[in-house]
């Protein structure tokens, strides 16, 4: 007899995929376009540009739990040389090669060990990296970043997200999100799914006397 939590779990995670695979297709398109100059553009992800930050969400949607775990073992459990590692994987010669990249993995389901919820959080996360320096902006569904917001509040899986909003109230204004207790921190559900996985410059968009906690919370481990 089949466990009907199993089931509605199993419910879920297909639920999720097809998020995954417009949100991936939404930021192929908006990155259609650019210039040499733009793929050289310094991403919100320390020391990565916009290119080698779609690399690395590339490397993520081409690696399954097997190969992940025989990475980790080559990296000697170093998890940022494996991160380096697999991003230099998927870069291609060319930033027209690095976007074919991507292209091909849109409708994959391949993901490491991680539940598809987090890969979504990853596609968005990643893809606001891209975008906010470039100056493009998305309108995600806020069904879909309220979702990605949901996960971060309880999660510290890959990210530091639930540690880092300890003792704070976030409370989004054009949604149903909210979250904690304490000082209050309030915005946009993107920003506020932005601040807590570490972007301090989403902080400028939020509201509150919690802001300027978050914001010093940037560089939590």
């Not at 690696?63 to 494996?82: E, K, M, P, T, Y």
């Not at 301090?200 to 968009?205: E, I, K, L, Q, R």
């Amino acid at each position: 007899m089949t466990d009907p939590k199993l089931t509605a779990d199993r419910s879920r995670r297909a639920e999720v995929w097809p998020l995954i695979h417009a949100e991936r297709a939404a930021l192929a398109a908006d990155l259609a376009d650019l210039t040499d100059e733009q793929w050289a553009t310094p991403s919100l992800c320390t020391e990565l540009t916009v290119r080698e930050v779609l690399a690395h969400l590339t490397a993520g949607a081409s690696l399954n739990s097997v190969h992940w775990l025989a990475g980790v073992i080559r990296c000697r459990f170093d998890f940022d040389r494996q991160v380096a590692m697999r991003l230099a994987e998927q870069l291609g010669a060319t930033p027209a090669e690095t976007l074919e990249r991507f292209r091909r993995v849109v409708p994959s389901t391949t993901k490491p060990p991680l539940p598809p919820i987090a890969m979504l959080g990853e596609t968005i996360v990643h893809g606001e990296d891209i975008r906010r320096p470039l100056g493009i902006r998305r309108e995600y569904p806020i069904e879909v970043v309220t979702l990605v917001a949901e996960y971060y509040q309880g999660s510290d899986t890959v990210v530091v997200a639930k540690g880092r909003i300890g003792g704070l109230r976030l409370v989004a204004n054009d949604g149903s999100f909210t979250t904690g207790s304490g000082q209050l921190v309030s915005g946009a559900t993107l920003a506020l799914v932005m601040a807590m996985t570490g972007r301090s410059t989403y902080c400028d968009d939020l509201e509150g006397d919690g802001v300027e906690l978050l914001r010093g919370r940037r560089g939590m481990a």
